[in-house]
């Protein structure tokens, strides 16, 4: 009789949890339906590329972007909207850059460059010396100051390709971008040029964030990124004349930090209104391209999670709030200070979830929890299957929703094919006409889906 009774409750718990799943199922299916038939992420993500443009930190098109963002979430009619202040650093690149490899006196083959975000400019008349190729910053020190003072260093490590995860091989290689510029000044070098961080050959410099490591504005040099072709041909070229000069000339300024925002929305809980689940990307870009990729695909991802539920009449037990963070690209001024403010307000964040990995096919979420937590958290795998998102991995989440990150929350970030994002990132190549209307829709409803569910877990 005993047996009897723990099976029966056993098998009344696993009929209760597949009913259970079976109402998600339900609901996960109106979720897909509404961002296939009536999603607005796609023409948002017209209007915030085309008609604002790149929104580099501290520019006139970043302050569009926030208004534009605020009247959009104000028009979808959720219980409240506001900007939280947030002072951000203020980079211009001035005008268009140029460079040449000088083969001998008189004889020179432009290259494409781009400053990097943060960097000097050159004297008016741009710098001409000397290259060193290097592919770490060991070989770097190796050669001794005696070497490299009054030269220019070339770093040409490449993303690995054989690393099927691109973010992992961009991780790889990237600290020669942010670092470089810092270590070899310390060396003597008078300017850094770094391989653009792709896998793919193409003209496009690719830009991003690089920092001096406390150096005094005299002993910073100008840093700048160069198209994957032309560090080919310039390794090239120094493996046959190791005496060759490169010449580049940029005009990028810093100015004083600058009062901007990040625009945020909220759906008040209905049971646990004191349990935050955000939801979120970021508004800044580089402004090489219009920043479709990174991250305005995640911004209006985001902005649909919250249309589609408020669009579906459905009464979320925990707050559920937008966040479009400032800064990120060169700072992550926006995820820090939206992180201090709510620590000073005692508020609880039950879960967060970022998505700045572009706009292509929704594979799955990567989670940044504990195991035991990560494990539970596998039961919603196959409610994502028939949607191919089902490919639930423990790791990071986002950067901006980083800063939260204790032993309470639970963080995700959106994890879409990742083959071709790094083609476009921080490049001028990075615009609308790279976006799919469907696979930036469906990335939508995976997010949706996922706030959903956790919206209603551990209830």
């Known amino acids: 009789m005993k047996y009897l009774f723990y ?22 299916d109106k979720i897909y339906n509404e961002a296939l038939s009536n999603g607005q992420s796609y023409e948002w993500l017209d209007y915030l590329s085309n008609e604002i443009g790149g929104r580099l930190s501290g520019s006139i098109n970043y302050d569009r972007s926030v208004k534009w963002g605020k009247d959009e979430l104000d028009l979808i009619g959720i219980d409240s909207v506001w900007l939280q202040p947030v002072m951000i650093p203020k980079w211009v690149r ?29 004297p008016s008349i741009g710098i001409s010396a000397n290259v060193i190729e290097v592919k770490s910053f060991d070989e770097l020190s190796n050669i001794g100051k005696d070497s490299i003072t009054g030269k220019i260093i070339f770093f040409n490590r490449k993303m690995d390709p054989t690393l099927i995860n691109t973010f992992q091989s961009y991780g790889g290689s990237v600290n020669q971008r942010t670092q470089g510029a810092a270590i070899a000044a310390k060396l003597g070098a008078i ?15 690719h830009t991003g964030s690089m920092y001096y490591d406390g150096l005094t504005l005299n002993e910073r040099i100008p840093a700048a990124a160069i198209s994957t072709n032309g560090a080919e041909l310039l390794s090239s070229m120094l493996s046959l004349n190791p005496n060759i000069k490169f010449f580049f000339r940029q005009n990028s300024k810093n100015f004083p930090d ?13 049971e646990r209104s004191d349990e935050i689940i955000i939801v979120g990307g970021h508004l800044d870009s580089w402004d090489l391209g219009d920043g479709s990729h990174d991250d305005g695909a995640g911004i209006v991802q985001s902005m649909e999670v919250i249309r589609i539920l408020k669009n579906l009449n459905y009464k979320p037990k925990r707050t559920i709030r937008v966040v479009l963070f400032a800064n990120e690209e ?8 939206y992180a201090e403010l709510a620590k000073k307000n005692n508020e609880s964040h039950f879960f967060a979830l970022e998505s700045d990995a572009g706009g292509f096919t929704p594979r799955g979420f990567s989670f940044d929890t504990s195991e035991s937590e990560f494990n539970a958290l596998k039961e919603f795998k196959d409610l994502f299957k028939e949607y191919g998102a089902d490919n639930f991995i423990i790791g990071g989440s986002g950067a901006d929703i980083g800063p939260l990150k204790d032993d309470k929350i639970i ?19 990075d615009t609308f006409d790279k976006i799919n209307k469907r696979e ?14 956790l919206d209603n877990y551990k209830l």
């Open 7 to 28: 099976f029966l409750i056993v098998t009344f718990s696993c009929s209760l949890y597949s009913q259970d799943l079976n109402d998600h199922k339900v609901f996960l």
């Open 94 to 122: 001035g005008a268009p850059e140029y460079a040449h490899i000088e083969s001998s006196p008189g004889n020179t083959i432009s290259v494409p460059v781009a400053a990097l975000g943060g960097s000097i400019s050159t």
């Open 191 to 205: 300017g850094v040029i770094v391989r653009s961080m792709t896998t793919t050959l193409d003209d496009y410099p």
């Open 258 to 270: 600058v009062l901007s925002y990040n625009v945020i929305g909220q759906i008040d809980g209905s």
């Open 330 to 337: 060169n700072g992550l001024r926006g995820g820090n200070k």
């Open 411 to 429: 963080l995700a970030g959106l994890r879409p094919d990742s083959q071709r994002y790094f083609d476009y990132h921080h490049a001028a190549s």
């Open 440 to 453: 930036l829709e469906l990335g939508a409803a995976a997010m949706t889906a996922l706030v959903y569910l």
